[in-house]
């Protein structure tokens, strides 16, 4: 593939209006992220790794080759994996693991379900999905039941390697407590390494998949009794928001529960579901 002339991006190198809007257009109707103008500069930040990457001479450079089609169609995913925020913890925002581990699992024990089907949807580098299996995994081993199985998407293929590995810098796992991480997560055997692993049960049980929450169709399967979909709607406009929750609910069952951010409102939608506790919702 033929490239410009190679040389190192300079600090100084700066994305034109005309490309910025082409960029902003496109990122948006591809991932649903919002991308304003205070964003200019980590945009710029983002997409010199690229420009290194490429070998092409800047940014505005870049910007050309992507929109005539000369990168060929894998530096969109590229694109996309570098704009992606992929903020994420063990046990973030705690009150919702309460809530599945007092309420919700309790509920679907009684309803003697054969197996939980639960999506991670946006799972970033995997610590929710992880956390998600933990505590299905010991809720089972101290019920005598039931069955779970996790699938976990993102929109990030780079996220998603790491997801699959399953390792983490020690530090990463420390909201998890002490009981389950002695349980699932391994220690390093090598001390000079302070990466910790989660056991090869737990990965075996999650199920890593590339899904654009803005695609037409969700391909998950059967309809799910969990999904959470927390800290994303968060970079999509009112009319995204309303669009990727309906196909959500679409994905689940009857009397699913269906768990979105603390700081994620779907106030004035018209959905098929009823708020149960803070930011989670039933499926009616």
């Keep these: 593939m033929p490239h410009a002339a190679l040389k190192a991006p300079q600090q100084e190198d700066c994305i034109s209006p005309r490309n910025f809007m082409r960029l902003a257009t496109f990122i948006q109707s591809e991932t649903g992220i919002k991308m304003p103008h205070n964003k200019l500069t980590m945009l710029e930040g983002r997409l010199r790794r690229r420009v290194r990457a490429t070998g092409v001479a800047d940014l505005n450079t870049y910007c050309e080759f992507l929109f005539d089609a000369k990168f060929g169609r894998d530096e969109n995913v590229h694109l996309i994996n570098a704009v992606t925020t992929n903020k994420t913890d063990f046990f973030r925002e ?3 693991f309460d809530y599945l581990t007092q309420t919700i699992l309790p509920e679907l024990k009684a309803k003697a379900s054969r197996r939980i089907r639960v999506w991670s949807a946006a799972c970033s580098t995997g610590a929710e999905p992880y956390t998600l299996a933990m505590l299905l995994d010991d809720f089972a081993d101290k019920h005598h039941g039931p069955d779970y199985g996790i699938l976990a998407t993102d929109l990030d293929t780079q996220v998603l390697e790491i997801a699959r590995r399953g390792i983490y810098p020690a530090e990463l796992i420390q909201p998890v407590p002490e009981r389950l991480r002695a349980r699932y997560v391994m ?3 090598e001390k000079t390494s302070s990466d910790v692993r989660i056991v090869p049960s737990l990965r075996a049980a999650v199920g890593y998949a590339r899904l654009n929450l803005m695609d037409d169709n969700y391909p998950v399967g059967e ?14 406009d009112k009319q995204t928001q309303e669009q990727v929750v309906s196909k959500l609910c679409g994905k689940l069952r009857v009397g699913g529960w269906l768990v979105l951010g603390h700081s994620e409102s779907i106030a004035g939608m018209t959905l098929p579901v009823e708020q149960v506790c803070n930011t989670v919702f039933k499926r009616i």
Excluded: G, T
Aim: hydrophobic letters at 45%.
């Design 223 to 236: 309809p799910m009794d969990i999904i959470f979909c927390r800290n994303v709607l968060i970079y999509f």
């Design 94 to 96: 705690p009150r919702h």
């Design 187 to 189: 220690q390093p055997l």
